[in-house]
């Protein structure tokens, strides 16, 4: 069983970019550091006992509840997906980690673990099964031989293929949604 590594726990930068979204409002994008960890915009952490807080609405909590439901439709959603390749839910997420990582080389199994939020001997253990599988190789690095890099096989590249497509197009399904709910919170008068 894997442990989870709190984000407020990492060390590293992240890199945050703005764009406008297709409705016109400036959005921020968190690209993870090379440690994979990273805290959102907003922040990580709840505020401190004692410190003011506004008061929560119905509203609110509706908006929270339909948040954290389309989450986890999506997460469902991309289990059942790749379940149906053949894939692990966790393969599938070490996986894009792997095909996600910034640079010519591929990860280390200390960026597969910040990527994963996992600690280092639950990224080793879930790289050993993935290895067993033909899902992903372990290589030498080109220029330090003491670092192991992780590398998509043949097989599994073709299967990231075939989920990555139908993944964007889900999340941009879900945007309006996240839009939306961050457009009635931002417009309350006391926010």
């Known amino acids: 069983m894997s442990s989870p590594v709190s984000p407020s726990s990492s060390v590293g930068q992240s890199v945050q970019s703005e764009r406008f979204s297709q409705s016109g409002r400036l959005s921020r994008s968190v ?18 006992r004692g410190a ?11 908006n929270l509840l339909a948040f954290r439901t389309g989450l986890r439709r999506f997460l469902h959603w991309s289990q059942t ?15 894009l980690a792997i095909k996600g990582h910034p640079g010519a080389q591929g990860p280390t199994v200390s960026d597969l673990a910040g990527y994963l939020l996992l600690r280092h001997h639950s990224a080793v253990e ?19 031989g003491r670092i192991t890099r992780i590398r998509l096989t043949a097989d599994s590249e073709t299967r990231l293929t075939r989920l990555a497509p139908a993944h964007l197009d ?3 399904n879900f945007a309006p ?3 939306q709910l961050v457009v009635q919170w931002s417009s309350r008068p006391d926010r």
Request: with cysteine; charged share 25%.
């Open 126 to 144: 879930l790289i050993d099964r993935a290895e067993a599988a033909g899902l992903v190789q372990r290589g030498g690095d080109e220029q330090d």
């Open 177 to 179: 949604i996240l839009d």
């Open 31 to 48: 690209r993870l550091s090379h440690s994979g960890r990273s805290s959102s915009p907003v922040g990580t952490s709840c505020p401190a």
């Open 52 to 62: 003011d807080v506004p008061q929560l609405t119905s509203e609110d909590y509706e």
């Open 81 to 95: 997906q790749a379940r149906a390749v053949g894939l692990t839910p966790a393969q599938h997420q070490l996986l």
């Open 170 to 172: 889900e999340l941009k």
